[in-house]
């Protein structure tokens, strides 16, 4: 979200020969942060704690350093304390102590974190000034309307993490902690999670609502969603008005391909634990891009609703069965709890023509997981002579009777084999596919 990449976009919508080549845009949505922009104390503080991560990692890799990378033990110690020594100047600022002018090393590194702060600022102003009265929506929809085959929109905000790994991790390795390295690092943009992480304001997740919206009103039809963000703090764009709903359900309809990904780099840290009605709102989000029957892929993958020690505080499994899908084909999700009932009616919903559902990570609320494979058994049976039964494949099941079986005992039923480099389908697969008559978690029954 910046002037020159909006710049380069509109100039590629209007090249002659290049817009005929472009399928598909991308929107990166990390951002600048209005507390970091505002506030030197609050970003001294957040450089801080990067450059104390940072060399918590340089000093548990100074083997590596040296056999690997062929620096010498003094080369990676003399990196080691120049970046404690930055991380200490940072702190003074952030703890407002007065400038020691008889340290000169503690001087410049106090003097790079002011100047990093003002470039911070400048470009924080440079992004709000795009988002004001919805002029970066606009400008992209615009420049796509131009592009005749840009049919496949992008909204992502992981990308950053391997701008963060080469900055933050790699290249560092390699440079003398001078001015224009560091200015460039520090002024690095963050994503939603990090944000969530260090309770700072809430970034642009309405352009998630806005963006598809705008884009149908230049008169572009979407055939392809893909929305990849890591975890919010606040929620409260996504609990849009019904007049919104119903116009982001509008530009849905085209879509025959929908992705949404709701996973965070260190994910199992910031479990999602939102109030009912912040909760609400994401599944009528969900609901509005899924209310149309072009759809011919679904896949949902939320490793943040729950995890092994923090169980499921909310399961929304309703979205896969409020409606038919005429022509879907294939639907995948991941971390999705739900009860039993909720299992069965998903599964008596999905349409005929549907040729794979995979099911990971899922979470069984109620009843068995022995019900449950006879119920999806039942379900994919072909209801006449034209038919064909679908693949359903489950990994990693979690909950009912699963809980007191092993996990030897699990994956013998629930892992696929290989024979003699063929993929060998699950017992499980197997008897929910019809190629065998036993139900191998009965055998537990009652252990």
């Known amino acids: 979200m910046t002037p020159s990449s909006l710049s380069r976009l509109d100039n590629i919508s209007k090249h002659p020969l290049i817009a005929k080549g472009v399928k598909k845009l991308h929107v990166d949505l990390y951002y600048f942060d209005l507390v970091l922009a505002h506030n030197l104390q609050a970003f001294a503080e957040y450089s801080a704690e990067n450059m104390l991560e ?10 590596y ?10 080369e990676v110690l003399e990196t080691i304390r120049l970046g404690r020594a930055a991380q200490t100047a940072w702190e003074g600022i952030m703890d407002d102590s007065p400038d020691d002018p ?24 440079e992004q709000e000034t795009l988002l004001k009265d919805g002029g970066f929506e606009s400008a992209v929809a615009t420049a796509m309307s131009r592009i005749p085959v840009a049919i496949r929109l992008e909204m992502k905000d992981d990308t950053l993490w391997k701008i963060e790994e080469y900055t933050r991790s790699g290249e560092l390795r390699y440079h003398d902690f001078g001015e224009r390295f560091l200015v460039r ?14 309770q700072l304001v809430g970034p642009p997740s309405g352009l998630l609502l806005k963006l598809p919206v705008a884009i149908h009103k230049a008169g572009v039809s979407l055939t392809h969603l893909d929305i990849k963000v890591s975890p919010l703090l606040d929620y409260s764009a996504f609990a849009s008005s019904a007049a919104d709903l119903r116009a982001l359900t509008a530009s849905a309809q085209t879509l025959k391909h929908f992705s949404f990904e709701h996973r965070g780099k260190e994910s199992t840290l910031f479990p999602i634990r939102d109030q009912e009605d912040v909760k609400e709102g994401r599944k009528k989000l969900l609901k509005a891009f899924l209310d149309t029957p072009s ?20 399961n929304f499994a309703s979205i896969l069965y409020f409606r038919t899908w005429e022509n879907l084909g294939h639907l995948s999700t991941n971390y999705f709890p739900l009860q039993l009932e909720q299992l069965e009616q998903f599964a008596n919903k999905l349409h005929p023509i ?22 999806l058994r039942q379900a994919s049976l072909p209801r006449n002579h034209l038919e064909k039964r679908y693949l359903m494949s489950i990994r990693a099941p979690r909950g009912g009777e699963l809980d007191t079986m092993s996990r030897e005992e699990i994956s013998a039923i629930f892992e696929e084999t290989k024979e003699k480099g063929w993929r060998e389908r699950s017992l ?9 008559e036993k139900n191998h978690l009965r055998d537990f029954e009652g252990s």
């Open 295 to 314: 759809l011919e892929h679904i896949s949902m993958d939320f490793p943040t609703l729950w995890d092994d020690e923090n169980q499921p505080s909310y």
């Open 354 to 375: 549907i040729r794979f559902v995979y099911m990971s990570s899922t979470r069984l609320l109620s009843g068995t997981w022995a019900e449950a494979l006879d119920l």
């Open 428 to 436: 499980a697969e197997k008897y929910m596919s019809g190629l065998i």
């Open 185 to 198: 690092r520090l002024t690095l943009p963050i994503n939603f999670e990090e944000a969530r992480s260090r």
């Open 54 to 63: 940072w060399n918590h990692r340089m000093e548990s890799m100074i083997n």
């Open 65 to 74: 350093e040296m056999k690997y990378q062929g620096r010498s033990e003094e």
């Open 102 to 125: 008889s340290n000169d090393e503690d001087v410049k590194f106090r003097m790079i974190l002011r100047k990093a702060h003002a470039e911070y600022n400048r470009l924080f102003v």
